[in-house]
């Protein structure tokens, strides 16, 4: 399948500090992306999609100024997790849909673990 | 009402055996429908799309049933590599994934 890469794999940071999350598709170009965010023994959830060079489109209850999300280019996607506490403590993780693949599948980044002290 | 639901199980299976669990969704409109297998932290993988008339992948197979709105997914001579959470997820009609909790599955020797 298609290569999806993300940076960092963990990190860990103080609370109020901001971390910012890279999401790269490896051998393709992708016009979206997409980010997720998993809770422990629970499903991922869509924060929100990514569109190049466009405004990021925010799920219901996600905070667009608390969560910046930015498509520079056709493969890279950055999420900023601003003004981080433990609450935001998580799994996120981005994916890409692949644009010759008719099916709608998304491949998916190795996912960032934050932990927020 | 959840928009994809599945069994959390555990399903228990010595190794060798079959097993197999359904995932219902509620929209009608959904486009397509995948499994994806997601080991504990890591991301979820692809295993297989799931098409109308059925398909088969190795000791995988997959069917969608639309007209009562579920898909399922059967692992033939279970391997302990198998153990994992599979995802049912569907595409909905607004191109969006939506997302079943996910079926554990637990081989054992």
């Known amino acids: 399948g298609a290569v999806v890469s993300q940076h960092p794999s963990w990190v860990i940071c103080k609370s109020g500090t901001s971390v910012k999350i890279e999401c790269r598709s490896l051998d393709f170009q992708a016009t979206t992306m997409f980010w997720y965010r998993q809770f422990p023994k629970q499903s991922l959830m869509l924060m929100a999609t990514s569109n190049e060079g466009s405004k990021a489109t925010y799920e219901q209850g996600v905070e667009k100024d608390k969560f910046l999300i930015n498509h520079a280019s056709l493969t890279l996607s950055t999420l900023t997790v601003t003004s981080a506490h433990p609450e935001d403590s998580s799994f996120y993780i981005c994916?890409?849909?692949?644009?010759?693949?008719?099916?709608?599948?998304?491949?998916f980044g190795p996912g960032t673990r934050l932990t927020v002290l | 009402r959840k928009e994809v639901e599945q069994d959390p199980g555990p399903f228990n299976v010595p190794e060798g055996a079959t097993v197999a669990f359904n995932c219902t969704y509620s929209?009608?409109?959904?486009?397509?429908f995948f499994w994806y297998r997601q080991d504990c932290r890591k991301e979820p993988k692809l295993l297989m799309s799931?098409?109308?008339s059925g398909n088969e992948d190795g000791r995988f197979t997959a069917q969608l049933n639309r007209a009562s709105q579920y898909i399922s997914l059967l692992i033939r001579d279970s391997k302990l590599s198998d153990s994992a959470t599979y995802l049912c997820v569907v595409l909905d009609s607004w191109g969006k994934f939506q997302f079943g909790a996910g079926t554990q599955v637990v081989v054992t020797p």
């Open positions: 994916s890409a849909r692949h644009p010759g693949l008719e099916g709608g599948e998304q491949f």
């Open positions: 799931v098409y109308s």
């Open positions: 929209n009608s409109a959904s486009q397509s």
